[in-house]
Structures are given as C-alpha cells and as structure tokens.
C-alpha cells in the first residue's frame, strides 16, 4: 500500500499555541519523510524531513516526531504565528530506480488565529 | 529566473481544445515531475522523468500527454479533457537518485468547460 493517511483536515489554533498534525504510513519500504508547506498561490516548498534512523527532528519552531514502529509521524509547530497559516502535506517516498517518487497525504489547513 | 517556472498560470479551454502546459526548471536537476492538485485530496503523481526518459505512467488518461525533450522543460499536452480535469498542475524537479526533495512550480491551474 502506497497510502498516507494526514490529520486533521483542518485546524485552528491560537498564536504562540502548538500546532500538530499527524500522519501514518503502510509501506514499510519508505524511508524519507518530508512534510511540505503551500501558501495560496504558490507550489509546495519543503519544511522540514526526517529518515527513520531518528525518532526527532527539530529545525526552529518545527519538529517531526518519528515512530517507526507504529509507522507514524507528525508534525509539531511551536509558537504558532499568523504567518504560518498554510497548508501542511506530509510525505513518504522509498528508493525506487532512479527517481524518488513521494506519496503525498491530504493536506492540513492550518488557520493560526492573531 | 531561478527555480521551476510554470507557464501558464491560469487555462480556460473547452472540451475540444489542445492545449500545452510548459515548465522549466534552473535548478541543474535531472528529474522532472508532473503533478495533480484537486481540493482536499493527496496530490497525484502523473508523470516522472528522469535523465529525460519516462519512468513513471500513474494510469494517467491518455488525453495527457507528457514529454521532456531536455532535462530543464517538461510539457503536459492536453486534448479533449473533461470538466473533472479542472484543476492545479504542478511541476517539480530534483536530483533524480538525491534525497528526494522535490522543488515545486506555482502551478497551472486548469478549468475545463
């Protein structure tokens, strides 16, 4: 199975709150886990990943938790500002031949309220 | 210009129309990706290149048509869409056999009559 399955669809959180988005995986050949982050208008650029010899990763205000054996993660965003709304995907990819190929969860919109 | 260049951004054509959809990248990659965004749903893969050869067809309708004649442009040719192909189309590329971090297009966004 191919499948990423991301939560919530949506969230709402207050400024300087946590914001967490969650995400599971069946493929157990993947081995990259990137999350992504699109402004209205704009492609999706990368945030933050994180490859499964590691529990956590932390970059700023972001961090993606890794739990290999229950094959999920997510992402936590600290200090959450106005500026961080967007949409969050998270994603999975394995080796295969010569391009790597991400499967991509659903989305989260992610509203942070002033 | 710098990174993935997607033209046009925005695409009304009717059912019969052909049209064309042009991305260039200036990021020195050597894949390049063609994906679908539709509202609430995961984006699609649709088509990879790399070295400039097709390695992946994700059972995409044959009214798309790819083609990569270099390593830096990627087309999506269009005939005979239907209205449920209305949507974004993003490109991206990377470094084919990198970490896999691909680098998006702002996209086309595509509405079909």
């Known amino acids: 199975q191919q499948q990423v399955k991301q939560s919530p669809q949506s969230l709402i959180v207050q400024k300087g709150g946590i914001s967490i988005i969650n995400c599971a995986y069946e493929n157990t050949a993947f081995d990259y886990f990137p999350w992504y982050q699109q402004f209205p208008g704009k492609g999706p650029a990368l945030l933050i990943a994180?490859?499964?010899?590691?529990s956590e990763k932390k970059e700023g205000r972001f961090t993606i938790s890794f739990n290999k054996s229950a094959k999920q993660f997510s992402l936590h965003i600290m200090d959450s500002q106005p500026g961080d709304s967007a949409t969050y995907f998270c994603?999975?990819?394995?080796?295969?031949?010569?391009?790597?190929?991400?499967?991509f969860g659903s989305g989260t919109q992610l509203t942070v309220l002033p | 210009e710098t990174g993935v260049t997607q033209t046009p951004r925005h695409l009304v054509m009717g059912m019969t129309n052909k049209k064309s959809l042009k991305c260039e990248q200036h990021?020195?990659?050597?894949?390049m990706y063609w994906y679908k965004q539709s509202a609430k749903k995961p984006l699609e893969l649709m088509f990879v290149y790399s070295l400039e050869e097709r390695v992946e067809n994700n059972s995409v309708p044959s009214r798309f048509s790819p083609e990569c004649p270099n390593s830096s442009h990627l087309f999506l040719h269009l005939h005979t869409l239907q209205p449920e192909d209305s949507a974004l189309y993003l490109c991206?590329?990377?470094?084919?056999?990198?970490?896999?971090?691909?680098?998006f297009g702002e996209g086309s966004r595509l509405t079909v009559l």
């Open positions: 994180i490859r499964p010899d590691v």
């Open positions: 994603a999975a990819s394995g080796a295969s031949g010569s391009a790597r190929q991400l499967t």
């Open positions: 991206a590329s990377s470094h084919s056999g990198g970490t896999g971090e691909l680098f």
């Open positions: 990021l020195g990659h050597n894949a």
